[in-house]
């Protein structure tokens, strides 16, 4: 019972990727860092206007956790990044956050949070934020320390496997959100409905999965690492959640803004998805 002690799977070579997932070699060069300074500061990071796409996304998961019917015991996070923003609502109704992610750096990234060492990414901008637009008059410092306290397991992940996490979950999810993700590891779109399929796993039936993603990107750059991402347009998205076996509750997009088109990445926009997964079956 219970999440099962993982050995985190082997790095790749730089100069060999695994032949399952094309591009992964690329992933052995990404910077954490350099990741975070390219979408977590502004202009992609700008408060000042809920028209920003850090303060829509933001709104999408408050939202969508407002109405209370997504809640339980555990949320599973996969590909966090180094990222914690997208944890900051769903905090508040799971017991239990578990993240995930391919690398080490980014693992290691999220662990320096949780432990609020120095040179840990700062937050703060985006908890008060949450705080603000949640409208319960909550001190920051306090959602910062609850998700604190329920970000209890960080654990390796691949997606293109059929367990992702290297062995089943027990008990399976409550609930499931992948931010930015699966088009970014998957080189084609058949690869991505593969990717769905193989979280979805994951998740108990009737578990609630909240996707947010790329629409139209086909590269994004994370310091020496170019990668390369499946450009999807909302059919695709769409397409696969069915082939998936999901029922869309709620399909949202944004169009990125010229200014916020600043070369890294060609991102066209934005999709959150609420989607969930079937009682029977
Ligand atoms: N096989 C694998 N399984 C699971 N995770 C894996 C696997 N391989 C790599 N990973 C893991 O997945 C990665 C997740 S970060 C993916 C970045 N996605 C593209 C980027 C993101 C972004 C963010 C914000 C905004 N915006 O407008 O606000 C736009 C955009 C568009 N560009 C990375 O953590 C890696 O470590």
Same mark, same amino acid.
């Not at 695994?18 to 690329?26: E, L, M, R």
């Not at 500061?41 to 920003?52: G, H, I, K, L, T």
């Given at each position: 019972v219970g999440l099962h002690r993982l050995h985190p799977f082997p790095r790749p070579a730089p100069q060999a990727a $695994? =032949?399952?997932? =094309? !591009?992964?070699? !690329?992933y052995a060069r990404f910077d954490p860092h350099a990741y975070l300074q390219n979408n977590y500061? $502004? =202009?992609? /990071?700008?408060?000042? @206007?809920?028209?920003?796409v850090v303060p829509w996304k933001l709104r999408c998961l408050a939202e969508t956790f407002a109405s209370g019917e997504i809640c339980g015991r555990t949320l599973i996070d996969v !590909? @966090? !990044? =180094?990222?914690?923003?997208?944890?900051l609502s769903a905090c508040e109704h799971f017991e239990e956050i578990v993240a995930t992610d391919f690398l080490e750096v980014n693992r290691e990234e999220l662990r320096r949070w949780v432990r609020g060492e120095p040179g840990a990414f700062d937050w703060s901008p985006f908890i008060q934020h949450v705080c603000k637009i949640e409208g319960r008059g909550e001190p920051w410092q306090e959602k910062e320390q609850r998700l604190r306290g329920r970000l209890r397991r960080i654990l390796p992940i691949d997606?293109?496997? /059929?367990d992702p996490l290297g062995a089943p979950l027990h008990p399976p999810a409550d609930a499931l959100l992948s931010t930015f993700c699966l088009e970014a590891v998957s080189p084609d779109r058949a690869a991505f409905g593969r990717a769905l399929v193989n979280v979805g796993s994951m998740l108990r039936p009737g578990g609630h999965a909240l996707l947010l993603g790329a629409l139209g990107e086909s590269f994004y750059l994370a310091g020496a690492a170019r990668l390369p991402v499946v450009p999807l347009d909302e059919d695709d998205v769409r397409g696969a959640l069915s082939d998936a076996g999901f029922t869309l509750r709620d399909f949202r997009s944004y169009a990125m803004p010229p200014a916020l088109r600043t070369g890294v990445d060609d991102v066209d926009g934005v999709f959150f998805v609420h989607a969930q997964k079937p009682l029977e079956g």
């Open positions: $695994p =032949p399952h997932v =094309p !591009g992964c070699w !690329g500061v $502004p =202009p992609r /990071a700008d408060f000042s @206007s809920e028209e920003c !590909g @966090s !990044g =180094p990222t914690i923003y997208q944890l997606v293109h496997r /059929a």
